[in-house]
């Protein structure tokens, strides 16, 4: 695990080459615009926003300069809190002391101690999110070495598993498994919310999942999954999970689906959605789920996503949506798993432009050969 010593490099690249690099190749006007989005988007609550919209320009610019210096402050500790307001007022302060013994005054420019203190706080809040964000890049890495190959190999089918995080650790999970000689899993789920809360848990179910898989059937192992994260997570969490097993010597898909969004059947008829599922996991003990069967012809496509994909949104607050993405794929069959995901992720990229992602996307792509 990183120490944090971030600052300790021997490779320190120097503080007027970093300038002058920024200087270079920064896209100033983009990121700040970007980065003010996320600071309303992280400061302002949806009722202060509708507020916000109801005023005029100038009263709404003072509101907004105030409510995000307010909340900024209220986020600090204590301690810091104290440091940054005491800074505050005394930037903007000198004190005249007069000496009565020789008629002269003395002048105390406090200014200078008002930005040390801001300075200080500002040093402090930084050494923290650098911290975590060593901490948060260590579980990244960890994640990474758990995921499986992008396109696994498995005869009779081919696969393309993909997953990018909205944060730098991800809440979804997308999984293969040789179960045996004939037999792989493939698993797609979803921790309510996201970041490392999410992908604790992520964590956590993907190793149940892995327990269980070999000596379990679909439903079995669901049912299992679902009771062990309905005892160990708390109540307000809960997962969707998608498990599909193919046979390198069948044609027929069997899935359990538990509360994730429907996979899309892509194929010489058509595009169709295949029924959804049961309830998703942690939500209800010893839950029933029902097994699935889906047959598929040489070149059949299947499709399962997260929420990610379709709440994907531009600079403009529009989604993505799920009759664009259905459109798209409809343009897609004759491709093969891998070029059907690059185009996805290439078509979402296109339309979200510079903006954040706000939540985790997740693909599998199964296609029969």
């Not at 002048?107 to 901490?135: P, Q």
């Not at 598929?296 to 993405?325: C, H, P, Q, W």
Request: proline share 3%; net charge neutral.
């Amino acid at each position: 695990m990183s120490s944090g010593n971030t600052n300790n490099s021997s490779e320190d690249p120097g503080l007027r080459k970093t300038i002058k690099k920024d200087l270079k190749e920064g896209d100033f006007y983009k990121t700040i615009h970007r980065d003010f989005k996320e600071i309303k988007e992280f400061y302002i609550t949806p009722e202060k926003k509708k507020r916000l919209s109801e005023m005029k320009s100038i009263k709404r610019g003072f509101f907004l300069v105030w409510w995000i210096l307010k909340s900024m402050i209220l986020k600090l500790t204590p301690v810091r809190r104290i440091l940054l307001l005491i800074g505050i007022v005394l930037s903007f302060g000198a004190v005249t002391f007069s000496n009565s013994d020789n008629d002269t005054n003395s002048r105390m420019e406090f200014n200078v101690i008002g930005g040390g203190l801001i300075l200080l706080v500002l040093m402090l809040e930084l050494k923290d999110k650098l911290l975590a964000r060593d901490e948060l890049e260590a579980g990244r890495k960890v994640q990474s070495a758990l995921q499986p190959k992008e396109s696994p190999e498995f005869e009779g089918w081919s696969l393309w598993l993909y997953t990018c995080p909205a944060n730098e650790v991800c809440g979804d999970l997308v999984d293969f498994i040789n179960i045996d000689k004939e037999r792989g899993a493939l698993v797609m789920a979803d921790v309510a919310g996201k970041g490392l809360n999410a992908a604790l848990l992520t964590a956590k179910l993907q190793a149940t999942v892995r327990a269980y898989v070999e000596e379990s059937e679909p439903i079995e192992l669901v049912s299992k999954v679902n009771n062990i994260f309905f005892r160990d997570s708390l109540r307000n969490i809960f997962a969707s999970l998608l498990l599909m097993e193919i046979n390198r010597n069948s044609d027929e898909l069997i899935f359990v689906n538990a509360g994730h969004l429907p996979p899309v059947i892509l194929n010489d008829e058509g595009l169709k959605e295949i029924p959804k599922g049961e309830t998703a996991l942690g939500l209800v003990k010893d839950m029933k789920y029902t097994l699935h069967q889906q047959s598929m012809k040489s070149g059949d496509v299947l499709i399962a996503y997260s929420d990610g994909v379709t709440e994907a949104r531009n600079d403009a607050g529009s989604f993505f949506g799920l009759e664009k993405f259905l459109n798209l794929l409809r343009t897609l069959k004759h491709l093969s798993a891998k070029e059907i995901g690059a185009s996805i992720i290439s078509e979402i990229d296109k339309f979200a432009g510079d903006t954040r992602a706000n939540d985790d996307i997740s693909l599998i792509i199964i296609k029969r050969t």
